[in-house]
């Protein structure tokens, strides 16, 4: 459960520098 959580922000890190896409958008709901 903690690796989830880990993954999610490394998920979220890596979402971030990339430019509005709708994926993007999916993830960050």
């Known amino acids: 459960q903690k690796s989830s959580g880990k993954i ?9 520098p990339f ?3 709708p994926e993007s958008n999916h993830v960050r709901r």
């Open 19 to 21: 430019p509005r896409s």
């Open 8 to 16: 999610f922000g490394l998920l979220i890190i890596v979402s971030a």
